[in-house]
């Protein structure tokens, strides 16, 4: 739901939605252990069922404040609360060193997951003259709240399903607290003499956090703590930017540079252990662009930068989230940015039709691991970890068409070859293959205001690091009525409607492979009603986006 009302001095907003959703996740694993000579040591068959039960609210409120024809004032406020239940079902053969089933054991798991967060942006647009000069700023400040409860029961028995020893019962709790607070300004300046425009900012941004893991032993009645799998995450980020960028047209041609200077200063202690690490570093991160109008038909642009993509904070958090006594995931704080060099050649024909060519070079490439925990038999941790590099190559077609003006159709195809290289889990990595992705959006007119909407994926086998996964396609397809004039239209929309969206994958180390089979629930059918009040309004554009757009999409 959204509302807007406007005045003459003042613009309010606000919106609220509301999801309840039950999921399900499937997950058959075949995992082979592996000793230090390649010898086959023994191996876990296991069927996992998640379900899952969302309760989220969304809401978000806010105000412009025209203080005078140049000056435009606001302020937001959001925030949501959402609650997800994990309901966990394992089923685990043990097979011996001879390929034999030995044993099993059964999990059963209840998670829950509160999330809380709030969060508040105070903007200000100026523009100083009629030429065009403008400034702008944004002030952020936003806070989440985790609050997590995971109760575990294992059951071990043996081939006559009888217990062979008493049931495992493991309690965890997460209370964990981040809080961003961000400042943006930017100054934006047309070049009517050379016919550009000018623009520079500053931002600085400080993060911290605070979770506190702590996992009991109840198998004997007790609540005894478990110090191997607890722990106390302290981290402080702050990072302060400066960016300049200027772009000029002429008749033909048009070219825009840009230099971005970024400081980072970072702290992270892990309370157990005593563990900690610091990063103080300054980088540069230049671009440029430039395209050429070849002729009415023909325009030719190219572009190089340099980028940085930072982890997640939920990456760097070292909390173990278990799935049964043989496999947990867990961030990793010593997780660092990873770093690439891009450039793009891009043709365009009749401004329809773009080929476009890719390379990229990276460096401190995440990748998400499965491997053995060296220091407990047989169990599995997944994290995130830095490889040494990625080399991407890439050719993408994009193809739009219509016929007459009842169909279109939107057509976005991809052949790339990633070969990822690096020493990690005592494996040398040297893994890449040719893979193709292909997706079409099909919209039909109908009579009657009616409309229709079919979208088809398919990708092909795909590497990721360590991990292969099969080709994967899919469709969904929606149908809409307009009425009352248009204000008003109802909309039915099936995602996946052959449940094709399945994973299969392979991941193979030095000391460990997995074969994995997935199902989701990505069959989905939605209903959704949409009514326009009033008039539309015009007014001047404003961003939305604050000034913590990338902190925020780290902590989620």
Do not use: C
Request: no cysteine; aromatic share 14%; proline share 3%.
């Amino acid at each position: 739901m959204q509302l807007n009302h406007r005045t003459k001095k003042f613009n309010f907003f606000g919106s609220y939605n509301y999801v309840l959703r039950k999921d399900f996740n499937d997950l058959d694993i075949y995992r082979r252990f592996l000793d230090e000579n390649g010898n086959f040591i023994g191996a876990y068959d296991q069927q996992n069922r998640f379900d899952f039960t969302l309760n989220n609210h969304t809401g978000r409120v806010g105000a412009d404040y025209f203080l005078s024809p140049k000056t435009v004032l606001g302020v937001i406020a959001s925030g949501f609360v959402s609650d997800l239940d994990r309901g966990t079902n394992n089923r685990s053969s043990v097979i011996n060193a001879a390929g034999v089933p030995e044993s099993s054991f059964i999990t059963t798991a209840d998670v829950e997951h509160g999330r809380r967060n709030q969060a508040y942006n105070f903007n200000l647009k100026h523009t100083i003259d009629s030429v065009g000069r403008e400034i702008t700023a944004d002030v952020d400040y936003i806070a989440y709240r985790n609050t997590d409860v995971q109760n575990f029961i294992t059951n071990y028995y043996n081939l006559s399903n009888e217990q062979i020893r008493s049931p495992y019962l493991l309690y965890g709790t997460l209370d964990g607290e981040l809080t961003i607070k961000s400042a943006r300004a930017d100054y934006r300046q047309p070049l009517a003499a050379i016919g550009g425009n000018f623009e520079a900012g500053v931002k600085s941004s400080l993060v911290t956090a605070d979770n506190n893991l702590a996992f009991f032993d109840r198998s004997n009645g007790g609540n005894v703590p478990d110090t191997d799998k607890s722990n106390h995450f302290l981290y402080d980020e702050n990072i302060n930017a400066a960016y300049v960028n200027a772009n000029k047209k002429w008749a033909k041609a048009g070219l825009q540079l840009g230099l971005r200077l970024e400081n980072t200063i970072a702290k992270g202690r892990q309370v157990v252990g005593d563990d900690d690490f610091k990063r103080n570093y300054t980088q540069l991160f230049p671009s440029a662009a430039v395209n050429y109008s070849l002729s009415k038909k023909h325009d030719l642009g190219m572009s190089v930068s340099r980028r940085i993509n930072r982890p997640s904070y939920n990456q760097l958090n070292p909390f173990k989230n278990f799935l049964d006594p043989s496999t947990y995931a867990a961030g990793n704080p010593a997780l660092k940015p990873e770093l690439s060099y891009s450039f793009e050649l891009t043709h365009t024909f009749d401004q329809r039709f773009i080929t476009k060519l890719s390379y990229s070079h990276t460096t401190d490439v995440m990748v998400n691991v499965l491997s053995p925990d060296p220091n407990a038999e047989k169990l599995v941790v997944q994290t995130f970890r830095n490889l040494a590099t990625l080399d991407y190559y890439g050719l993408t077609l994009t193809a739009p068409f219509s016929i007459g003006n009842w169909f279109n159709s939107v057509n976005n195809g991809t052949l790339y070859y990633g070969h990822y290289k690096g020493f990690l889990a005592e494996t040398d990595l040297s893994n890449g293959r040719p893979t193709f992705n292909f997706n079409s959006n099909n919209t039909i007119k109908l009579p009657n205001d009616w409309s229709a909407e079919l979208v088809g994926v398919y990708r092909s086998r795909e590497v990721y690091g360590f991990l292969e996964v099969d080709p994967i396609w899919f469709m969904s397809a929606g149908v809409q009525k307009q009425f009352w004039d248009r204000k008003a239209s109802v909309k039915l929309n099936v995602s996946d409607i052959f449940f094709t969206n399945k994973a299969n994958g392979y991941t193979a180390l030095a000391r460990y492979e997995e074969n994995f089979y997935q199902r989701r629930d990505t069959q989905v059918a939605t209903l959704s009603f949409n009514y326009r009040f009033g008039q539309a309004q015009s007014g001047p554009s404003r961003r939305r986006t604050g000034s913590a757009e990338e902190e925020t999409r780290r902590a989620n």
